[in-house]
């Protein structure tokens, strides 16, 4: 058994133990941003150190960093280890990535669990989609998960049933009218629970039933300006309730939470963002107090 209880029921419970991987030669790799996707080219050297700034900032606040270990040669988007499977109830579930040169990193998240001696509960199948950066934890017993063309209508059939067997409910969310027009967008590259009724979230991309759900269940939402939405404003760490990491560059942002009373600590990820992703997603909870 790993030396910790794998199990996550919630996106801002305190987080004790969390898998990482940090940009290796696998990330020099590409040569046509284009392809990828990408806003140009990262410098691996400060892409290392900005991802070294994430881990200490981790480490200080207590929390035990696992590493993935080596990438193989074309797998450069390995360091967004949270967009390929999630922790529940002492196993993991992992997903099915949408790219084609993504693939390989479901089997490589996969050995590292068995490894661990960790159960693999699920594992996404078939000519289906299914990424875990569309996944947030409204509370213990709910999760939302956005619909785009990483995650399709299959993936989610795959991943409700899993759920139910948990007594989870699915919040299946619509995501649109992003500032990213390819329709690879990921839930939480606009959306994040940041407290148990503490939101953020890029409101011109999700549909107003989804903000209805959200005022219903006293969740308050703090809206992200679309220059900050750019900045991935929304896909925060979440150390404690009420702490948490954000991306560097969101002014607004960072001030509307200070105003209600949440510590934040923002990290640069200027050369990792180029890859269009987001801070969240460079950090796989494995563990959180509490569950």
């Known amino acids: 058994m790993p030396p910790f209880t794998a199990s996550i029921r919630s996106d801002v419970a305190p987080l004790e133990h969390a898998l990482v991987h940090e ?117 213990d017993e709910t999760i939302a998960v956005g619909r785009s063309m990483t995650t399709n209508a299959e993936g989610i059939r795959q991943i409700r049933s899993v759920l139910e067997t948990y007594g989870i409910d699915l919040v299946e969310v619509p995501i649109f009218g992003s500032t990213e027009s390819t329709g690879q967008t990921h839930l939480a590259l606009v959306f994040g629970m940041i407290d148990e009724d503490l939101a953020l979230v890029y409101p011109q991309a999700v549909p107003t039933d989804f903000l209805d759900l959200l005022d219903a269940r006293g969740i308050e939402t703090i809206a992200v300006p679309r220059r900050e939405q750019r900045l991935m404003a929304t896909s925060a760490v979440v150390l404690d309730p009420g702490h948490a990491l954000i991306a560097g560059g969101c002014r607004q942002t960072v001030q509307a939470l200070r105003e209600r009373g949440v510590s934040v600590t923002t990290i640069d990820i200027r050369e990792i963002r180029k890859t269009v992703g987001g801070l969240k997603g460079l950090v796989l909870p494995l563990q959180r107090g509490g569950e």
Request: proline share 4%.
């Open 23 to 139: 940009p290796g030669d696998e990330f020099t790799d590409v040569v046509d941003p284009d392809a990828w996707s990408w806003n140009g080219l990262p410098r691996k050297e400060q892409a290392v150190k900005e991802h070294r700034s994430l881990v200490d900032a981790l480490e200080s606040h207590g929390v035990t960093i696992h590493r993935l270990g080596g990438a193989e040669a074309g797998l450069a988007e390995s360091l967004f280890v949270q967009d390929v499977g999630f922790v529940i109830d002492g196993g993991m579930v992992v997903g099915n990535m949408h790219q084609t040169i993504r693939e390989g990193e479901e089997r490589r998240l996969t050995e590292w669990a068995v490894g661990m001696d960790l159960p693999v509960y699920h594992t996404v199948h078939g000519p289906v989609r299914f990424e875990v950066g569309n996944v947030v934890w409204l509370d």
